[in-house]
């Protein structure tokens, strides 16, 4: 299967993360079409995350990021959160193809299933939070760290 084919995805309505059918940017209309229409996972996951709701870490869902949109997005620390439905299941190779160009613009790609959050907030909470604690994986060259 060639990249291009891999890298189109469905409509924008079809499913959570999901991002326009080619390579070019998303529309902040679009993004904003999944925020007003969100899953349930989502919904519950976003009570948790907005507002700086998790130990003060911004969040931004629905966030455009090239040809996608990321469900929730802490740009401060370079994380990408996916809520995947049972459809993901038949979609690997578009997934493992989305999640590369997203690693490649210097992004962490954290996947969580939709029952994980709706039967186990808690300790999907603990592992995002595990993530953004850990040490950047890519840390500012020295020149751009500024006295600290």
Excluded at 63 to 80: M, Q
């Amino acid at each position: 299967m060639n990249s291009e084919a891999i890298l189109k995805s469905p409509s924008p309505t079809s499913g959570e993360g999901r991002g326009e059918g080619s390579r070019r940017e998303v529309s902040k209309s679009s993004a904003r079409k999944l925020r007003i229409s969100q899953t349930d996972a989502e919904r519950k996951l976003w009570r948790y995350l907005r507002g700086r709701g998790l130990e003060s870490y911004k969040f931004r869902r629905q966030f455009p990021v090239g040809p996608f949109i990321a469900d929730f997005c802490c740009l401060r620390r370079k994380l990408i959160i996916e809520l995947d439905g049972g459809h993901h299941g038949e979609r690997e190779g578009y997934d493992a193809s989305r999640t590369d160009y997203l690693e490649k613009q210097g992004f962490a790609v954290r996947r969580f299933w939709n029952n994980d959050v709706m039967n186990n907030v808690e300790g999907v909470l603990e592992r995002i939070l595990e993530q953004l604690k850990a040490p950047s994986p890519r840390p500012l060259p020295r020149r751009e760290r500024g006295n600290a």
